[in-house]
Structure formats: C-alpha cells, structure tokens
C-alpha cells in the first residue's frame, strides 16, 4: 500500500511538470512571436502625404512575422507608387522596416481622358492626385509614348536647346513634335533627320534676332522656314 501511494504521487508530480513546462513554453513561444511581429514601418525620402499615402498601402503587412516576410512582396506593393524611382528595404530586428524612397525627376504634364498626369524620367507617368509638386513644368499633348517624349527631350538637350524654355508640347499622328516655347515662338520638327533639322535651327537662332518670328519650320529636309504670324 505505502509503494502504490509513492506511485501516485510520482505520478502526479510528473503530471504537474510536464503540465508547468507545456504552459511556460506556449507562453515562452507566445511573447517571442509577439516580439518578432512587424509593429512599424518606418519611411523617408517623402513628403508627409506620399509617406500616408505609402504606409496604408503597406499596413496589410503589420502584425506580420518579420523573419519571413518577404521584401518581394513589399517591393510589389511599391512599385504601385510610379512616382518612385530608388527603393530600399531594410529590415530591423526584431519589429521594424525602414523603407528608404527616392522620386523620380518630374519633366512634364500631361491630359488624359481629363486629368493631369505626371511624366518621370523613369519613365511612368503619376497621377497628380498621389503627389504635391510646386514647380512650373511643360504640358504636354497628344497621344504620345512616355519613352518617345523623353528621347525627344535627351535629343533637345544633346542640340543645347534650353527645355526650360519650352511651354508646351504638341505630338501630331505622323510621328512629328511641334515646340512652343515661353515667348510664343513655335518650332515645327520633323519627322525624320531631326537632329540635323536641330542643328540648322540653333545655327540660325545664334546668328539672327528673332524676335518678330512667330514659327520657325523646319519640316522640309535642309530648310529652315520662317513666318512672322501665327497660323
């Protein structure tokens, strides 16, 4: 009888580790997951509207394990933002994303179907709703590709043309710019041959005062014309 009573207490004692033990290590498991849960992204390199406008598109990953959230899927989200150019991602141990961002260089405007677009020299285009940008920059018209327009202005600035000067931007169907620039002048491009066309505009422009011309032509091959009324 005395051997069967130490049995049970054995028994129980047993019972009551193995029971304390289970209980500390689900708790133990317990807070080292919280511990390891994404609480904060942290972002620079915007302005506070971009950095909500970032943060609610990524708030779907908090409460996430950081160790195995994967920075693809954060880059998939981002890459949402066009006006973004540079992203990079470091996690911080054991609750903490920094994102660091860096925009795109903003070259024009542009209409489509009635609202105003940002163009970026990575090029993507941004809804002007998304982002807060002050500086004056040239509209641009036409049903253009973005690549195209920016080809055109590394063509412009290769000729010492100053894109600072230039106001607006007319695409036409056959594959041809018309500039306009601050002061009203016009110059129509050519289709093709455009830097030689480029290169007789800028001898001109440096030699005669042009300040009566109106729109400088430059259309026909080898030919500059010049009018002193808008059409």
């Known amino acids: ?119 970026g020299k990575n090029g993507k285009i941004t809804n002007s709703k998304q982002i807060i940008y002050k500086k004056n920059l040239p509209m641009v018209f036409g049903k253009f590709k973005i690549n195209e327009f920016l080809q055109l202005q590394e063509i412009l600035k290769k000729q010492k043309i100053n894109l600072d000067e230039i106001e607006k931007y007319f695409f036409f169907r056959n594959n041809r710019w018309d500039l306009q620039k601050n002061d009203g002048l016009i110059i129509m491009l050519p289709s093709n041959n455009l830097e030689r066309s480029l290169k007789i505009y800028t001898k001109f422009i440096n030699k005669k005062n042009s300040n009566l011309i109106k729109i400088i032509d430059l259309r026909i091959a080898n030919q500059i014309i010049l009018t002193n009324e808008k059409k």
């Open 1 to 119: 009888m005395h051997l069967s009573i130490n049995k049970k207490k054995i028994y129980f004692y047993i019972f009551i580790f193995f029971f304390l033990s289970t209980s500390f290590n689900l708790n133990l498991l317990k807070s080292f997951k919280e511990i390891i849960t994404l609480n904060n992204i942290n972002i620079k390199g915007l302005n506070k509207s971009e950095e909500l406008l970032v943060k609610e598109e990524l708030k779907v990953l908090l409460k996430n394990n950081i160790f195995f959230l994967q920075k693809d899927l954060i880059l998939e989200r981002l890459n949402k933002f066009n006006f973004l150019e540079n992203i990079i991602v470091k996690k911080i141990f054991p609750s903490e994303i920094n994102i660091n961002l860096k925009k795109t260089k903003f070259v024009a405007l542009t209409l489509i179907d009635g609202e105003k677009y940002y163009i």
